[in-house]
């Protein structure tokens, strides 16, 4: 299935798999896909399999047969609707300024709203067009040699760094690979991600969902995501964890959390990263030892009923 908008250029919609050249367009991602501190996060072969298998939408502009930008939509279904959510936006360095950005977003919409079922969308980017809520991304070091080894940050006194990021499982905790619970549902929030049956069924066979238990009863569940990126200032490759989705049963529990942490360093991940929505506010993440960066992101809405939304009242899946 595939939209073209006739032009000055083509956007093609698609959904994955598709006619597509997959190697073309991560080989553009993994070229441009630049943020603001010269790190890079790539698209590797297990990420565009993870977005095949979970139906994405894939819209790529491009002229006289070159790319020159790309975005992914994933479709998932809140509480509000059948959302788009788009990621992986990427446009190329000598055309970023032209409005291109917004046109691929507003296609993958587009597609959703008419094939998809989808009524709404949603977008993190560091630069907000629709009053988007503004949030903070986050991480939390699991391995220090490691990151300290890739140029990830400094840290100045190794023994206090030691002890700050030391990792433990609760006691009374456990946490179990897969979904375990009948419903993902956080009815707190005034936006959380309200899935089907099929579509929950979906996710938990593609990615990698936790529950953990704390005295033999469900506490919280939550999603990895891997992520390979490049540190900018080194040009070394690491493979990082992103805390893709976290839904606490117990609202602000940090205990809940640091079996997050414990989790992923076991699954071999040195660093966590994030960003601050729902249960994950500022103060539980400082009081677990992750560091709050200073860096504005905008989550931005498109057609949903909220004029203004504060990070807190929002739980959705990022990827």
């Known amino acids: 299935m595939c939209i073209i908008l006739r032009m000055d250029y083509n956007i093609n919609t698609i959904i994955l798999p598709g006619n597509i050249n997959k190697e073309a367009i991560t080989q553009f991602i993994n070229r441009y896909h630049k943020q603001e501190n010269g790190n890079s996060t790539l698209i590797t072969a297990n990420i565009y399999n993870i977005f095949t298998k979970l139906g994405a939408v894939c819209s790529y502009m491009a002229e006289e047969k070159k790319i020159i930008g790309v975005v992914f939509s994933i479709v998932l279904t809140l509480n509000i609707g059948k959302s788009s959510y788009t990621t992986y936006l990427c446009i190329h360095p000598e055309h970023r300024g032209d409005q291109h950005a917004p046109k691929l977003i507003e296609s993958t919409i587009s597609f959703g709203a008419k ?14 067009r629709r009053k988007g809520c503004l949030i903070h991304s986050w991480y939390r070091i699991l391995d220090i040699d490691t990151m300290w080894n890739t140029g990830f940050g400094m840290i100045l006194d190794e023994k206090k760094a ?14 179990e690979k897969g979904l375990h619970v009948e419903s993902v549902k956080d009815k707190i929030c005034l936006i959380y991600w309200d899935p089907s049956e099929k579509e929950l069924e979906r996710f938990n066979e593609h990615l990698d969902f936790y529950t953990i238990y704390q005295n033999d009863k469900p506490a919280a569940i939550f999603i990895l995501f891997p992520l390979e990126c490049i540190i900018g200032r080194t040009g070394k490759k690491i493979k990082i964890a992103m805390l893709t989705y976290f839904c606490s049963f117990a609202g602000n529990d940090n205990s809940s959390l640091r079996a997050v942490f414990s989790t992923a360093r076991n699954a071999g991940y040195p660093c966590l990263y994030g960003y ?10 400082t009081e677990t030892g992750c560091h709050v960066t200073d860096m504005n992101f905008y989550l931005d809405f498109y057609n949903h009923p909220y004029d203004r939304i504060c990070p807190e009242s929002i739980n959705i899946p990022l990827f």
Not at 276 to 285: K, N, Q, S, Y
């Open 276 to 285: 601050a929505i729902g249960d994950l506010t500022g103060e539980i993440l």
């Open 162 to 175: 030691k002890l700050k990021y030391r990792i433990r499982m609760p006691e009374d905790t456990l946490v």
């Open 115 to 128: 094939y998809l079922g989808v009524n709404h969308g949603y977008y993190l980017g560091t630069k907000s």
